[in-house]
């Protein structure tokens, strides 16, 4: 019995040793990291398949791309499906992620990978009331919504107690947002607690972002 049990530990070191951190494999690029979010930005090109690599540190994911894609695992809580437009939220508080994943497709795989290594400490707002925003999700570290402007308008509200992030989901847009501007998918901009948050839509067709606050 004693020979079997250290066989299972050490077949399990070596499946969590042959990876490394999701923010340190090649394809997920690190983009920007404050201590609040770690932001990569992930394209694996047609035909190539990523390191196995793991996730552990709670996330939210982005897919910015309709692209067929294979993965294979070793240890996951669930198998996601990676479908264009997807936002969701994972803690990985119990079980982690270890996997690689591949390109089937002729076009590139885009996804954001949004890690949260902040400890959740504060109380926030009360969820955003506003026509344009639709609330996704609200979990222990971040509340998540989809927002929509439409083409020429506008929308202000007022300073949150979180900080802020903000991610544009559609290519053509041209959203300014305290002087940034987002005009492709996986354009970002982080906006500290107690700032002021004014969007102009300045395109010709809806604009499509997600926001999110950071608990």
């Not at 692209?67 to 198998?79: D, F, L, M, N």
């Not at 402007?149 to 202000?156: C, E, I, V």
């Not at 700032?195 to 604009?207: C, T, Y």
């Amino acid at each position: 019995m004693r020979n079997i049990i250290c066989l299972v530990c050490l077949t399990f070191v070596k499946l969590c040793s042959a990876q490394v951190q999701v923010s340190e494999e090649p394809m997920h690029h690190k983009v920007f990291d404050n201590g609040w979010v770690r932001m990569l930005d992930v394209h694996i090109p047609p035909g190539d398949t990523s390191l196995w690599h793991k996730h552990s540190t709670p996330s939210v994911f982005l897919i910015l791309s309709n692209t067929k894609t294979g993965s294979e695992a070793k240890i996951e809580p669930h198998r996601p499906p990676f479908t264009d437009g997807r936002i969701w939220f994972e803690g990985f508080y119990d079980t982690v992620r270890i996997h690689r994943v591949w390109n089937a497709d002729d076009h590139e795989f885009h996804v954001i990978d949004m890690e949260l290594p902040h400890r959740p400490n504060k109380t926030i707002d009360p969820p955003i009331a506003d026509s344009a925003f639709t609330l996704l999700f609200d979990e222990k570290p971040v509340r998540g919504y989809r927002m929509t402007l439409g083409a020429g308008g506008s929308d202000r509200l007022s300073p949150r107690k979180a900080p802020v992030v903000i991610i544009c989901v559609d290519d053509g847009t041209v959203v300014k947002v305290e002087g940034a501007q987002l005009h492709k998918k996986g354009d970002y901009i982080f906006i500290p607690a107690g700032a002021k948050l004014d969007f102009q839509n300045e395109g010709q067709a809806d604009a499509k972002m997600a926001v999110f606050e950071l608990k």
